[in-house]
């Protein structure tokens, strides 16, 4: 059984799924940050100063102790902010896999129209009439 799970996880397919996971969780992170740190910002500013993380619809109030200040049950929330966000981010990976998948299909399809090697050239009447004389002395 040792040796089975080696040879299935030798295999091509599952070393490079595993290569595209770990490239894809760092893709991820790199699309996290544009859009949080480059994209929302100025968004945010001309609409006010909106930071989309923080926008929440508050279906019930946090519970605070009077006396201690400690919240006691936390607030209902809502939080389409961060729904805005995720899907910004899907919008952009999306985006991104489109223009790689559209960059590698134009590169197979020059591949494709590629011309064919031109076919060799006809024989000459003079050729044709050696090889008529080759075939008879052959005779």
Do not use: C, H, W
């Not at 397919?13 to 994209?39: H, K, Q």
């Not at 197979?108 to 009439?129: D, F, G, M, V, W």
């Amino acid at each position: 059984m040792l040796k089975e799970f080696k040879a299935f996880i030798m295999k091509g397919n599952v070393l490079d799924l595993a290569v595209a996971v770990i490239i894809a969780g760092a893709f991820g992170a790199i699309v996290a940050s544009l859009t949080n740190d480059v994209i929302l910002p100025p968004i945010g500013m001309l609409l006010g100063g909106v930071d989309f993380s923080q926008l929440a619809l508050t279906l019930q109030e946090a519970q605070v102790d009077p006396a201690t200040g400690d919240v006691v049950k936390d607030a209902v929330q809502i939080r389409y902010g961060n729904f805005i966000q995720k899907i910004l981010d899907f919008l952009i990976i999306a985006f991104a896999i489109f223009m790689l998948v559209r960059t590698y299909n134009k590169m197979q399809k020059k591949k494709e129209e590629a011309p064919a090697p031109p076919a060799p050239p006809a024989p000459s009447a003079e050729e044709k009439l050696l090889t008529e004389i080759r075939d008879l002395l052959k005779k």
